[in-house]
């Protein structure tokens, strides 16, 4: 059976309605989370990868000197060894500038061990170990000179060698950080926006209102019946 064109017309109103529906209110968790997800995969494509060397030095106690005390001092030299007269020292051998040296140079104790780890870094790995043995051999030469009154040396432990792997993410890991990071700000934006106003049925008060508005109002009922009965 062919529909009529009054069918036609309201399936093409119904249709056009589909249409204009406004997204779900959902949309921006996974919009964000997509977003996130491309922004870190292109920052680990983009970004070149970074090399990480790691020296250790130990503090070693003389034979009157109590092992505590080289614990305090390793803290100590942990502290002093990214200070600017170590990095002038290592600054010849790593052979870059002081500055840059700086960047690229860290250092970190252990409360329970007298050991000393001195990490460089660098988008060339040789450079990397390089920068690291450099500030470990300024750190050992420059405490070793106050080593008669402290009563204690730092000696090389291990030496940094060229890492074979980058030490920073993959475009993987990026992509994968950056997809949470995305899903996490999504979810945040749907809990801190405002609340959508509940849209009315379509139809709910057109024909009440007609049905109301046909009515005849309670003094007019009342005149036409006096009317009525005097007549």
């Known amino acids: ?5 009054d069918q036609k017309k309201s399936d093409h109103r119904s249709e056009r309605k589909r249409r204009l529906l406004p997204p779900p209110a959902w949309w921006p968790l996974p919009a964000c989370a997509l977003l996130g997800l491309a922004a870190g995969g292109a920052y680990g494509v983009l970004k070149a990868p970074e ?3 790691t020296s250790y030095v130990v503090a070693v106690p003389n034979e009157t000197t109590e092992p505590a005390t080289a614990l305090g001092f390793a803290q100590a030299y942990g502290r002093i060894a990214t200070s600017s007269s170590t990095l002038a ?7 870059i500038s002081a500055q840059r040296l700086r960047t690229q140079v860290r250092a970190e104790t252990s409360p329970d061990s007298p050991m000393i780890a001195i990490t460089g870094t660098s988008k060339s790995p040789s450079e990397a170990a390089d920068v690291a043995n450099a500030v470990a051999d300024a750190l050992s030469l420059s405490s070793n000179q106050a080593a008669k009154n402290t009563g204690v040396q730092l000696l090389l432990f291990n030496q940094a060698v060229a890492p074979s792997d980058p030490a920073s993410p993959s475009a993987a890991i990026s992509g994968a950080v950056g997809l ?23 139809g709910t008060d ?16 009342t005149e036409t019946k006096e009317k009525e009965s005097v007549r």
């Open 89 to 95: 020292y290592a600054q010849p051998r790593a052979g």
């Open 51 to 53: 090399y990480a060397a």
């Open 180 to 202: 949470c990071a995305g899903g996490l700000l999504g979810g945040l934006w749907l809990l801190a926006r405002p609340a959508r106003p509940a849209r009315r049925k379509q």
């Open 1 to 5: 059976m062919a529909d009529t064109p």
């Open 206 to 221: 057109g024909p009440a209102v007609e049905e109301y508005a046909s009515l005849p109002a309670q003094g007019e009922h």
